[in-house]
């Protein structure tokens, strides 16, 4: 296949190493010149606990130079899917898939308005990655991929993606409920994210103080009202047990939002609190905690970096 990752950051970068090491023809378009500028004189530099492997690749700035691509892995933040998307549309053709794994929701719906839902495959992956400087990113030792088509067929494009990331050893799903998949990654980021960017603890100290635990759940409670009025089931039957779970299990990790307001970044807070509170708006049901936390996290990001 050939497959134009746009955004290749830290799970743009992952991702299209391991549809390189599958053999696929891989180009990296990103919008950051010096990130670029490292890939193209250095290699995509990936380092892991077993070892730094450096994959030479091709990577522009120029999206019109990757040519028409059968797969589009996009993979920008939130914020940048409306530029991002309107730049696929130099490149499409017509039976161009784009997949997407973004966090929040909102994702798939900006990409089927300005690129059209029926090239849009999507999902959530379970692995994490940062980039650690340009042209250097450094993902979780382990994870997962899981996607599906919108309506929920199992066909044999969504069946090509997944051959081409299993053959390079990725542990792959297919779902028939994507919308499933989001809500429980969003509920997961809904309780996780913007507490650890405003009080800078670890995903599992979240746990330990009853201030941050009592916050989480009532943030997830919202969310999980939210995703019932819209009749959306979660992956899992305690949705609360669920976030914790990941918490606990990733202790150590600064929550993706942590990482972005210490970086002084913006971050994707309202697509996934926000999404809570826009969502609970439409839906007449109220959202106070997430709201409160969504302009928490807005008020911090315009602060910038300490
Ligand atoms: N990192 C992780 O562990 C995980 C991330 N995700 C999701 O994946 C998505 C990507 O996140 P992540 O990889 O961390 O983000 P990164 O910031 O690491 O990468 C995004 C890259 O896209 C670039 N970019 C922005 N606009 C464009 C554009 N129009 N064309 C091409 N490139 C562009 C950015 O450049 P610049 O920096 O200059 O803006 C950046 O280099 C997010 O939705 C996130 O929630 C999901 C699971 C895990
Ligand atoms: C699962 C979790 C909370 C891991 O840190 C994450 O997805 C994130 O930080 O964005």
Redesign the pocket.
């Known amino acids: 296949m050939k497959i134009t990752v ?8 992952l991702f299209g190493s391991f549809l390189c090491k599958s053999g696929e023809e891989v180009t990296f ?4 010149r010096e ?1 670029v500028a490292a890939i193209q004189a250095a290699g995509l530099i990936i380092e892991r606990q077993s070892g730094t492997e450096v994959l030479t690749v091709k990577a522009t700035t120029n ?1 019109e130079e990757a040519g028409t691509p059968d797969l589009i892995i996009f ?4 914020y ?1 899917n409306q ?2 998307a309107e ?1 696929c549309l130099k490149i499409v053709g017509p039976d161009t898939i784009v997949l997407t ?4 929701v909102g ?1 798939v719906e900006t990409l089927s308005a300005v690129l059209g839902a029926g090239r849009i495959i999507a999902g ?2 379970a ?5 650690l400087g340009p042209g250097r990113i450094k993902p ?1 030792e382990t994870g997962s991929i899981s996607i599906g088509e919108l309506d929920g067929r199992i066909t044999p494009r969504l069946e090509r993606v997944v051959a081409a990331f299993t053959k390079a050893g990725v542990e792959m799903h297919t779902s028939q409920n994507v919308d499933s998949l989001i809500w429980t990654k969003l509920l997961v980021n809904v309780g996780i994210n913007p507490l650890g960017a405003i009080t800078l603890l670890t995903n599992g100290q979240l746990l330990e103080h009853e201030e941050t635990k009592s916050l989480q759940a009532a943030a997830v409670a919202e969310g999980a009202a939210v995703a019932k009025a819209k009749g959306i089931e979660f992956m899992t039957e305690n949705i609360l047990e669920h976030v914790r779970g990941v918490a606990r299990g990733t202790y150590n990790n600064k929550a ?1 939002m942590r990482q972005d307001v210490e970086r002084g970044s913006r971050t ?1 807070v309202l ?1 996934i609190n926000g999404a809570i509170v826009a969502e609970g708006q439409k839906l007449g049901i109220p959202t106070p905690v997430n709201e409160t936390l969504t302009k928490l996290v807005k008020a911090i990001e315009k602060r910038g970096k300490i």
């Not at 746009?6 to 970068?13: F, L, Q």
């Not at 692995?127 to 980039?131: E, I, K, Q, R, S």
């Open positions: 746009v955004g290749a950051g830290a799970i743009g970068g378009v990103d919008i950051n990130h999206i993979s920008v933040k939130a940048d530029q991002a730049d794994v973004q966090n929040g994702n959530t992956t692995f994490g990655c940062t980039v979780s993706s994707e697509a």
